[in-house]
């Protein structure tokens, strides 16, 4: 059975910055999977934040490129989210998640209604 175990979720301030990590476990290999960080958001959806390829091709929605960063350790099986330059309106439950697509080829893993495992998250908050 899959596994996700999210970590290092804590409250900074304005600006700060936090590393947050999965371990994931079962049948998930990151060969093979796609992996991706997502967050609700108090008052907003729930959203596709970052996803990450078995090629550590990556993607970003607008609102975080350039100031967090999605990757892997495949030795470690652990997936990350490197955040810099927090704000506010950032704070929310953020999760890692992941699926296994039918076919890999071309898929760059940024189809976010697809994935079906989830972890328990960990929760993030700035304050201004």
């Known amino acids: 059975q899959d596994h996700l175990m999210e970590s290092g979720g804590g409250s900074v301030r304005d600006g700060g910055s936090l590393k947050l990590s999965c371990k994931a476990s079962?049948?998930?290999?990151?060969?093979?999977?796609?992996m991706a960080w997502f967050r609700q958001v108090p008052g907003k959806e729930f959203e596709g934040v970052a996803a990450i390829n078995w090629f550590d091709t990556t993607t970003y929605i607008d609102d975080v490129k350039g100031r967090f960063t999605i990757s892997s350790d495949n030795a470690k099986n652990e997936l990350y989210l490197e955040m810099k330059s927090l704000r506010p309106e950032d704070t929310g439950m953020y999760y890692c998640a992941t699926y296994r697509p039918a076919r890999m080829v071309g898929d760059r893993c940024n189809t976010w209604s697809s994935y079906r495992t989830w972890g328990g998250g960990t929760q993030v908050t700035v304050s201004s």
């Open positions: 079962g049948g998930v290999t990151f060969a093979t999977h796609c």
